[in-house]
């Protein structure tokens, strides 16, 4: 079925970019068609996948379906999708977002704003993009078992994915050094509840996203995202990629004051159990200080009844139609009409009043 093999080819697999051989270099705005009463779609692919993958294709096809003549364009750090692909594992995500800011901003089908869709840890990046840049502006961010309050544990490679087991091996080098938070990608939103105080010295990416370090806070991030209509947390219930997955749901555990260290199957240090070997508990978005103090925006955006937290019954991303379908229809390809399609600020603000006149 569609649905399983979709699942299938959004998991990290390396022979996902062998379509694609080299010199070869694929298309990354997957339609050109521009149905002016529906607002484009931008989407952003997860660890392992790259911008042209057959899966991420398949699943353009499959919203092309439900909304015929939407705009999509799949983000891309490398127009080459194997080098693509291994700018999901190295490189420094504030250059990434630099680039993906200007891709975005040149593309003429996009300048009054879109939706977006990010996979897994393209979930993360689409909503550094929304705090960062959002020019142009994003109106609905859907995102997928995406690792919002980071992880505690590097996320496991499948058997022969060399360059994930590669950009692992480096990582359990040592994640809170300079050089792994400049080159290595998940060491850029490994958040380890056992080493938080090295972890608010030396990550930059996700202590900046969260607002968890003072100086890197700024108004206006949390405008940016609070701007959003809608932020859709999807979090997979079956998910063993993700630690811990409600991650996907700005959860996180709590913190370690005597971590009780265990190894995982890979090697790294993993810390999944408190005292006594039972399961840590997890902070829920609400109660986490980012949310209580509202340092990006999120607060208010789920005050405003902007955050619809979903549940995929299924492994890390395993989309069956029931896990996506309703959610595209709901929050993709919605109109505001020719009209009233303002750019920038204009949008944002006739979004904020629908919000609260649908209330
Ligand atoms: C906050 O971010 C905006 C947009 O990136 C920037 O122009 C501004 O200088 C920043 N303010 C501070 C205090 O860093």
Request: hydrophobic share 40%; charged share 20%; with cysteine.
């Amino acid at each position: 079925m569609l649905a399983t093999a979709l699942g299938a080819l959004l998991l990290p697999l390396a022979a996902l970019a062998l379509p694609f051989g080299a010199g070869e270099s694929a298309t990354n705005t997957i339609t050109r068609n521009h149905e002016p009463e529906s607002l484009p779609l931008v989407i952003w692919h997860g660890m392992g996948d790259s911008h042209s993958s057959p899966g991420m294709l398949k699943f353009g096809e499959l919203i092309q379906k439900i909304h015929p003549r939407i705009f999509i364009h799949s983000v891309y750090i490398e127009e080459k999708a194997s080098e693509d692909q291994k700018a999901g594992f190295f490189g420094d995500l504030e250059e990434q977002l630099e680039v993906v800011s200007e891709q975005l901003r040149g593309i003429p089908e996009l300048q009054d704003g879109f939706d977006a869709i990010g996979f897994s840890q393209g979930g993360q990046f689409m909503r550094a993009y929304v705090e960062w840049y959002n020019d142009p502006p994003v109106h609905n961010l859907i995102t997928f078992g995406s690792q919002h309050m980071g992880v505690a544990g590097m996320p496991p490679c499948r058997a022969f994915d060399v360059i994930c087991l590669m950009a692992r091996a480096a990582a359990n080098r040592g994640v809170y050094t300079e050089w792994a938070q400049k080159n290595l990608i998940q060491a850029q939103y490994y958040r380890d509840p056992a080493r938080l105080e090295q972890f608010l010295e030396y990550n930059r990416f996700l202590t900046r996203l969260n607002g968890e370090v003072p100086e890197t806070r700024n108004a206006t991030y949390a405008r940016n995202l609070a701007s959003l209509s809608n932020l859709v947390l999807v979090m997979f219930s079956e998910d063993d990629m993700v630690i811990p997955k409600e991650s996907s749901w700005f959860g996180s555990y709590t913190p370690v004051e005597d971590p009780e260290m265990i190894s995982d199957s890979q090697g790294a240090s993993v810390n999944i159990m408190g005292a006594g070997g039972i399961p840590r508990e997890i902070v829920p978005m609400r109660m986490q200080p980012m949310y209580v103090e509202d340092w990006v925006g999120l607060r208010e955006l789920d005050e405003r009844g902007g955050v619809s937290m979903e549940i995929c019954e299924q492994r890390h991303m395993h989309l069956p139609p029931e896990c996506w379908e309703g959610l595209v229809k709901r929050f993709v390809g919605g109109g505001w009409g020719s009209d009233d399609r303002k750019a920038g600020s204009a949008l944002r603000e006739e979004a904020k009043k629908f919000a609260v006149q649908a209330k």
